[in-house]
C-alpha cells in the first residue's frame, strides 16, 4: 500500500500538523518544563537573557538557514562569513562582550553555522598562553577582525586516508 501523500510541495501544512497522541504527551510531563528549563540555563534570569539573545537574532533575516540546504559549500561558507561578521556588528552595537553570555547564546542560536569557530578558539589560546607581548600585537587584530585566524592540517599524519596514516615525519 503507498503512502498517503504522493508529493510535498512548499505550500503543504499536513507536516505541520502534530499526531494527537504526541501532542496530548506533551501535556502530561510530570514536571515543571520551565524549572528544568532555568535548571538547564543556570538560572531564571538566564532563561530570561538567552530567550532575549535569540528573539533578537531570530529578528534578522541575515541569520535566516532557511536556504542552506540548497546552497554549493562554497555559498555555505560565504553565507556563514557573512553571519560571522553580522553577528560581530550587533554585539558591539549592543554592548556585548566578547566573552559574555549573550555572543554565546547568539552563537548557539545559529547552531554553530557560524564560519568564525576556529578563529575563536585561536583567540582563546591566544589570551591564555600567549606572552605578554604576543597578546598586545595580535588580541587588537583579531578582535577588530583585522585578521582571521585558521589552522592547516597536512595529511600526511591526520585526515582520512587511514590506511596510510603516518606515526612519524622526518624531513
Not at 61 to 66: A, G
Not at 88 to 110: C, F, K, Q, T, V
Not at 143 to 155: L, P, S, V
Request: charged content about 25%; hydrophobic content about 35%; overall charge neutral.
Amino acid at each position: 500500500m503507498g503512502s498517503p501523500v504522493h508529493r510535498v510541495s512548499l505550500g503543504d501544512t499536513w507536516s505541520r500538523q502534530m499526531h494527537p497522541d504526541i501532542e496530548s504527551e506533551r501535556y502530561m510531563q510530570s514536571f515543571d518544563v520551565e524549572r528544568l528549563t532555568n535548571i538547564l540555563d543556570g538560572g531564571a534570569q538566564n532563561t530570561a537573557l538567552r530567550r532575549k539573545v535569540e528573539s533578537i537574532i531570530h529578528s534578522y533575516p541575515e541569520f535566516s538557514c532557511k536556504d542552506n540546504y540548497f546552497m554549493t559549500q562554497n555559498e555555505r561558507y560565504k553565507a556563514a562569513m557573512q553571519r560571522a561578521f553580522h553577528i560581530r556588528l550587533i554585539a558591539r552595537r549592543l554592548g556585548w562582550l566578547e566573552d559574555g553570555r549573550e555572543l554565546g547564546y547568539a552563537y548557539r542560536a545559529l547552531s554553530g553555522d557560524v564560519a568564525l569557530n576556529i578563529h575563536r578558539v585561536f583567540v582563546r589560546a591566544l589570551r591564555s598562553l600567549g606572552s605578554e607581548e604576543q597578546i598586545a600585537k595580535w588580541d587588537p587584530l583579531c578582535k577588530n577582525i583585522q585578521i582571521i585566524a585558521t589552522y592547516a592540517q597536512t595529511e600526511l599524519g591526520h585526515g582520512t586516508y587511514l590506511q596510510g596514516l603516518e606515526t612519524e615525519a622526518t624531513y
